[in-house]
């Protein structure tokens, strides 16, 4: 009776120094997801609410992909780009000849899934206030008009700084380019027809509050947001910190209405271009 006892108060010893080692050992993380919303607010390039300018027409994309390009976490409002705490930079080649965002090796993920997954112990200590997320890809479907007959069809669009492209698949199609691709190059798939076109220089809108204070070049898609609870870390932490980056699309596809009829006429000889797809705003938060 003795040994068994023994053995009984032994064996919970060992479970609870392992139970201790394991809780011991593991490793917290901070997990950052994108998220897309349309109903939050639309913003300008300087982080004013905006509405529809004259003469334009717009409408919530419905979003299948999205993918970002750099990441960083900023102390105060004073803190330019860059000198905040990078969490992360997507990998860039010079294949294309210009230094591009490499399309091939980034991280595509759906609207709420984990774009990014780093140990606690790598990320500085600090309060930060606020965001910059500087966005590369969007993909998703919009409504259009043919010939008065409603339409859908899917769009690939490239919003980083440059992209270099071999090739990428829109909705079912695949798209050859083999070079880079400014801010603003986009794909459009709808039954199998495949089109693609360039926005011109500064035509895509990057929110930043900041624009005074802490400005960010032009070209790029750096887009601002305030925390509203500063993310602390401390370097003790020992439960994940998850980071939910929503990105407002609230009218984010924009074109001219040349007939004034709220619809995206694609075929009035081309006279309803698109002009923006640009996103419309960043609401950082977290939880334990």
Request: hydrophobic share 35%; proline share 6%; glycine share 10%.
């Amino acid at each position: 009776m003795k040994s068994k006892s023994i053995f009984v108060l032994f064996s919970l010893a060992l479970f609870f120094s392992c139970k201790k080692d394991n809780e011991n050992t593991y490793q917290p993380k901070l997990i950052v997801k994108l998220v897309v919303d349309s109903t939050q607010v639309r913003l300008g390039n300087i982080g004013d609410t905006v509405g529809i300018p004259a003469g334009h027409a717009a409408q919530h994309p419905r979003f299948n992909k999205i993918s970002a390009h750099y990441l960083e976490l900023a102390p105060g409002p004073y803190t330019l780009l860059g000198q905040g705490a990078i969490l992360y930079h997507a990998p860039e080649t010079s294949i294309g000849g210009s230094t591009a965002i490499d399309f091939n090796r980034s991280r595509v993920v759906a609207p709420g899934e984990v774009f990014l997954e780093l140990p606690l112990n790598e990320v500085p200590m600090g309060n930060f206030e606020w965001v910059r997320l500087s966005l590369s890809y969007q993909n998703y479907d919009v409504d259009y008009s043919f010939n008065g007959l409603p339409l859908t069809g899917t769009i690939a669009s490239f919003v980083g700084y440059n992209t270099y492209l071999t090739s990428y698949t829109i909705d079912s199609q695949q798209v050859s380019v083999n070079g880079n691709r400014l801010q603003g190059y986009w794909g459009f798939e709808t039954n199998g027809i495949v089109s693609s076109g360039q926005a011109p220089p500064g035509a895509t809108t990057v929110p930043n509050p900041l624009f005074n204070s802490s400005p960010i070049p032009q070209g790029s898609c750096v887009v601002t947001g305030q925390f509203v609870t500063p993310l602390r870390i401390t370097g003790t932490e020992t439960e994940d910190i998850t980071v939910t980056m929503s990105l407002s699309i609230n009218n984010s596809f924009e074109w001219i209405d040349a007939n004034g009829n709220g619809r995206w006429d694609a075929q009035i000889g081309g006279a309803e271009s698109v002009v923006d797809m640009g996103l419309r705003g960043l609401i950082p938060s977290h939880n334990r």
